[in-house]
């Protein structure tokens, strides 16, 4: 069954709340990292324990016949999966490796540009100067929040730069393929299989059947809260807001709120300082934000009515 969402301003607080859930994901991490877990093994960690916990609330949310879909929808989902949550991790993973957390974190962020690009052309929103100049102050924000105005000597490197762009870029369809995906099924059973098939992929990536990973009990019950909290209940908040909004290219520019509130947990948890250009950097991606959610402006028709734009 399709969502049948009606529009309005409600779509944006899903979105926001789902950014706000996401600024967590460093906590996760480390705490992963501290149970000793790899990159690889974090990534199919979180889709694995999201797709076996979001099962049953799927079916009792969307009902179990819901679950039963075409091919070409199984297609979309697998493609999704594969793109916006298996390689994307895969790529993000390695970009922090090779640049490190701050340049790697400001190489995804540009992933609203790529989306901007993709919904002037795929859904011909219109290109205006205030859909670009919140994408400008979004970037300069998050850049600015995740270096507080210094990059880390040495840390840029032509493979670590297009590997972070390329996380970026996967990050980017997120809102395309829901876009597209919610028109065609329900927006709890396209998360649920877009789970599966990025977990199926990072399995086979990891390979622990040749002994490459252990799954011990601390291990698994961060990977069960990572799933639960930043996860499942993010992505379904995430794909509830774009089955109500116009516009896709809004999305990852309001989910940036997450750089926002993963600096916030760093100062609060782990003692980071972000000094006046880090502060600044969050104002600026507040006010983009802020931008993007701005009202079109009315223009005067030819007639002397006030028309919309």
Not at 25 to 53: D, H, N, W, Y
Not at 98 to 126: H, I
Not at 152 to 161: K, N, Q, V, Y
């Amino acid at each position: 069954m399709k969502d049948r969402e009606r529009k309005g301003p409600g779509g944006y607080l899903f979105i926001l709340a789902a950014g706000i859930l996401w600024g967590f994901i460093g906590l996760f991490v480390k705490q992963l990292e501290a149970s000793g877990s790899t990159p690889e093994t974090t990534a199919f960690l979180r889709m694995a324990c999201a797709f076996i916990l979001y099962l049953p609330l799927c079916a009792a949310g969307a009902g179990p016949g819901s679950l039963r879909i075409g091919w070409k929808e199984l297609l979309f989902c697998a493609a999704q999966g594969l793109v916006c949550y298996g390689l994307f991790n895969m790529l993000y993973s390695r970009a922090v490796t090779m640049v490190g957390v701050s340049v790697g974190a400001v190489l995804l962020y540009t992933a609203p540009v790529f989306t901007l690009f993709f919904s002037v052309l795929l859904f011909r929103e219109p290109l205006t100067a205030r859909k670009l100049l919140a994408v400008a102050l979004n970037i300069l924000g998050c850049a600015l929040t995740a270096t507080g105005g210094r990059l880390e000597p040495g840390a840029l490197s032509a493979a670590g730069i297009l590997t972070g762009i390329g996380a970026g870029l996967c990050y980017s369809l997120t809102p395309v393929f829901g876009h597209f995906g919610t028109k065609r099924m329900d927006s709890r059973v396209m998360t649920l299989y877009s789970f599966f098939f990025a977990a199926l992929f990072l399995l086979l990536r990891l390979r622990p059947w040749n002994g490459g990973a252990a799954f011990g009990g601390k291990l698994l019950l961060w990977g069960a809260l990572f799933a639960l909290i930043p996860t499942v209940l993010a992505y379904v908040l995430y794909y509830r807001g774009l089955s109500r909004i116009p516009e896709p290219s809004r999305a990852p520019v309001i989910a940036s709120v997450e750089t926002v509130v993963a600096a916030a947990v760093g100062m609060a948890l782990y003692h980071d300082r972000l000094g006046p250009w880090g502060i600044t950097g969050i104002l600026l991606v507040l006010v983009s934000i802020a931008v993007m959610n701005l009202p079109a402006p009315k223009k005067q028709g030819k007639t002397g009515q006030i028309t919309g734009k």
